[in-house]
C-alpha cells in the first residue's frame, strides 16, 4: 500500500480551479487504478466550472472522458489486467433497480457518476470499479480514446430516432452536435442539417458530412432547402429558449425532437406547435453499455475524422483550460494531460 501524493486539478468553487497534491488512490477490492494517459474537458464539467451546481459539489476532481492503464488491482481483480490499457465507462450503475434491469442503465435510480459523485481523472491516477476501465486497443491515439465516451451520447440518440433518409437537423455544432450529425448519417439520414452560429463551427461539422445552414435565419433556410416540409428529426445539442423555438418551427407535422444540451434548466416553450404538429419531444440522457460498446468499436475502427479537434494541454494548465472554453469559441475539444 502506497500513500504517495499525486497532482489533481481540483474544482473549488464556480470559476476556480487548482493543482493540488491528493492521496495517490488505493484499490477497494473489485476497484483498479487507471493511471490517467489523457482526460478531455466535457461540456458538463464546464456547466459545473461556471456556475455552482448541486450536482458537481467542490472540492471535486471532475474529468470523465478518459483513457489511461491499469496500474494497480484491488481483490478479487485479475491480475493479468495489470498494465491493460483502458478508457473509462464513467456511469456506474446498480444493476438491480428497475431501470437497470431493463437495460436503461443511464436512468440508474442509485447512479454515480465519476468525476462528479467520486474523484474523476482529471488527476495523475484514479481508483473505478475494474467494470468502468473498458480494454481499448493500442492503436488508437489518446485523443481519439478521450472521444468514445462523447461519441456514446450520439449513438444513443441517433440510434433511436433516425430512420433511412430522414432529414436531420443539428442545433448547436459543438463537440457533442457534431457527433450526432455523424452518428445520424452513419444510422442512415439522408441529409444532416447544422446551425450553429459560430462559422468554424459550423466547417467542423461540414467536414462531417452536415449541410451548413448560413443564413441568419435557419429555420427558414431549413424550411426551404426541405421544400417546405422540415425535418423529421432534430437534436438540439444547445438547449436554449431560441434553439426550442428553432427546433419547432425546423420539425416537421409528426416530427421528433431530441433534447440533449442544457443551455437553460427552464423557459418558454410554444406548446401550441408542440400540439399543432404532434411533435414527440424526447430528453436524452447519456448512454447505455450497449450504446457504449459500438462508440469504442466505431473509434477502433477509426471511423471518426478528428482534424482540427483537439488542443492537448498539461494539467497544470487546467483553470486556464477552462476558462477559455467558458469564454471564448476558438477551441474545440481540450485534452488534459498530467
Ligand atoms: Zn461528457
Ligand atoms: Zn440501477
Known amino acids: 500500500m502506497e500513500f504517495g501524493p499525486m497532482k489533481a ?58 483513457v489511461g492503464r491499469i496500474v494497480a488491482v484491488g481483490a478479487g481483480v485479475d491480475p493479468a489486467r495489470l498494465g491493460e490499457r483502458a478508457v473509462l465507462r464513467p456511469i456506474l450503475a ?32 484514479l481508483a473505478v470499479p475494474a467494470s468502468a476501465a473498458v480494454p481499448i486497443s493500442a492503436v488508437v491515439p489518446d485523443e481519439l480514446a478521450t472521444l ?23 442545433i448547436g455544432a459543438g463537440p457533442i452536435g457534431t457527433l450526432m450529425v455523424r452518428m445520424a448519417l ?20 461540414r467536414a462531417q458530412g452536415a449541410i451548413p445552414l448560413e443564413s441568419e435565419d435557419p429555420a427558414t433556410e431549413l424550411l426551404e432547402r426541405t421544400g417546405g416540409r422540415g425535418a423529421d428529426v432534430v437534436i438540439d445539442a444547445a438547449g436554449l429558449e431560441p434553439t426550442w423555438a428553432l427546433g419547432l418551427r425546423a420539425v416537421r407535422p409528426g416530427g421528433r425532437i431530441e433534447a440533449v444540451g442544457l443551455g437553460a434548466p427552464a423557459g418558454r416553450i410554444d406548446f401550441f406547435t408542440v400540439v399543432g404538429k404532434e411533435v414527440t419531444v424526447t430528453g436524452s440522457f ?28 498539461p494539467l497544470a494548465d487546467g483553470q486556464r483550460a477552462f476558462e477559455e472554453l467558458v469564454d471564448t469559441t476558438g477551441r474545440f475539444k481540450v485534452v488534459l494531460v498530467p
Do not use: K
Open 148 to 170: 468514445t465516451e462523447p461519441l456514446a451520447n450520439a449513438v444513443h440518440v441517433t440510434a433511436r430516432s433516425v430512420g433511412a433518409g430522414d432529414d436531420v437537423l443539428v
Open 286 to 313: 447519456a448512454w447505455t453499455e450497449p450504446d457504449f460498446a459500438r462508440a469504442l468499436e466505431l473509434v477502433e475502427q477509426g471511423a471518426i475524422d478528428t482534424a482540427g479537434w483537439f488542443t492537448r494541454l
Open 9 to 66: 486539478l481540483v474544482y473549488l468553487g464556480p470559476r476556480r480551479m487548482e493543482l493540488q497534491e491528493a492521496r495517490d488512490p488505493d484499490p477497494e477490492a473489485g476497484e483498479v487504478v487507471l493511471e490517467t494517459a489523457a482526460a478531455a474537458i466535457c461540456g458538463s464539467d464546464l456547466h459545473g466550472f461556471r456556475e455552482a451546481s448541486p450536482r458537481r459539489v467542490p472540492p471535486l476532481v471532475m474529468g470523465h472522458e478518459a
Open 94 to 125: 446498480c444493476g438491480a433497480c428497475e431501470p437497470c434491469r431493463l437495460g436503461r442503465t443511464n436512468l440508474c435510480a442509485r447512479g454515480r457518476l465519476v468525476g462528479r459523485d467520486l474523484a474523476g481523472a482529471f488527476a495523475e491516477r
Open 186 to 205: 452513419e444510422h442512415g439520414a439522408g441529409r444532416a442539417f447544422v446551425a450553429d452560429p459560430v462559422a468554424g463551427r459550423r466547417e467542423l461539422a
